[in-house]
């Protein structure tokens, strides 16, 4: 299957900082990324779907404001969480469409997730 | 928007026996897609049905979706330690909804 990188794997920050994760398609072109919220015991939440070239959509209940996405290139999308706080902590994994897959629905790729902690 | 559904949410299986948890769509579905996430790990994509009635196997894992396109469902036969996981399944032509997962435990 495809691979896809995800940076960091986890961090630990202060409340008010701002954080950037970083998720790369590795061995494919990928113009729609996805980024999901999961909380410990429960399922993924989709956040966000970030388009190369335009701007983010945002699930209904997800700040843009706080939740910055940058879709800059076919091959990475930006996560940035900013002013974090303790709530914000979570596991936060991004996933990528593989056109090549051919299906109805492209299948998605998932990275190994960054684990936020914001103390 | 689209909800899926799946039961049951934990499943403890004894070593060598069978079990199958079930994915429910509120509405029909293009395709469904199952995934499975160790713990500490991340999704790990397992299969895609697309066709309606549709069976596929892998090795001792059964997948099928359902004549309506509205459920599917996933058979693990005679489970091994290595099954361990959280097993989704997730539904949506463009954006996927995933159901809660059924996290599975075995003993020995």
Request: aromatic share 10%.
């Amino acid at each position: 299957g495809a691979v896809v990188s995800q940076h960091p794997s986890w961090v630990i920050c202060k409340s008010g900082t701002s954080v950037k994760i970083e998720c790369r398609s590795l061995d494919f072109q990928a113009t729609t990324m996805f980024w999901y919220r999961q909380f410990p015991k429960q399922s993924l939440m989709l956040m966000a779907t970030s388009n190369e070239g335009s701007k983010a959509t945002y699930e209904q209940g997800v700040e843009k404001d706080k939740f910055l996405i940058n879709h800059a290139s076919l091959t990475l999308s930006t996560l940035t969480v900013t002013s974090a706080h303790p709530e914000d902590s979570s596991f936060y994994i991004c996933s990528a469409r593989d056109p090549r897959t051919g299906g109805i629905t492209d299948t998605q790729y998932f990275g190994p997730g960054t684990r936020l902690t914001v103390l | 928007g689209q909800q899926v559904m799946q039961i049951p949410q934990y499943q403890h299986v004894q070593e060598g026996e069978d079990f199958t948890t079930y994915c429910n769509s509120s509405t029909t579905l293009s395709n469904i897609q199952w995934y499975k996430q160790r713990p500490g790990g991340h999704p790990v994509f397992l299969i895609q049905l697309v066709k309606s009635g549709e069976v596929k196997k892998q090795k001792r894992l059964t997948f099928q979706f359902g004549e309506a396109k509205k459920n599917s469902s996933l058979h693990i036969t005679a489970t091994q330690t290595t099954d361990v996981g959280t097993y989704f399944c997730a539904g949506g032509d463009y954006k996927l909804s995933f159901g809660a997962g059924t996290t599975v435990t075995v003993r020995a």
